[in-house]
Nanobody, 124 residues
Framework: QVQLVESGGGLVQPGGSLRLSCAAS????????MSWYRQAPGKERELVAV????????SYADSVKGRFTISRDNAKNTLFLQMNSLKSEDTAVYYC?????????????????WGKGTHVTASS
């Protein structure tokens, strides 16, 4: 079965760093665009970063550009999100998702292609 499992979340001080990981199985990881979303309490889920299937192109939300870096290791079926200079407004549950990237737009795949999320809290 398709599985996406996030890890690496935790509590950090503002200005600190975290590295999130997403382990994928049950589908052809190297053929899928991948993404990170986040959802803070009381807010809608937000697309944070996208990476193409081969890792050649990336895209970021304006709120994280210059601070976050998305990457992938197709040989290990793993997606990463390096988060630097964290702010309190980055506090959220972060989700890994598989989909398609075309025409500067990202199209998430269905229910099976979402992880359960990992919590990130940036607070003093």
């Amino acid at each position: 079965q398709v599985q996406l499992v996030e890890s690496g979340g935790g509590l950090v001080q503002p200005g600190g760093s975290l590295r999130l990981s997403c382990a994928a199985s049950g589908f052809t990881f190297s053929s899928a665009a991948m993404s990170w979303y986040r959802q803070a309490p009381g807010k809608e889920r937000e697309l944070v970063a996208v990476i193409t299937s081969g890792g050649g192109s990336t895209s970021y939300a304006d709120s994280v550009k210059g601070r976050f870096t998305i990457s992938r290791d197709n040989a290990k079926n793993t997606l990463f999100l390096q988060m630097n200079s964290l702010k309190s407004e980055d506090t959220a549950v972060y989700y890994c998702n598989a989909g398609a990237y075309s025409g500067s737009r990202y199209y998430p795949w269905g229910m099976d292609y979402w992880g359960k999320g990992t919590h990130v809290t940036a607070s003093s």
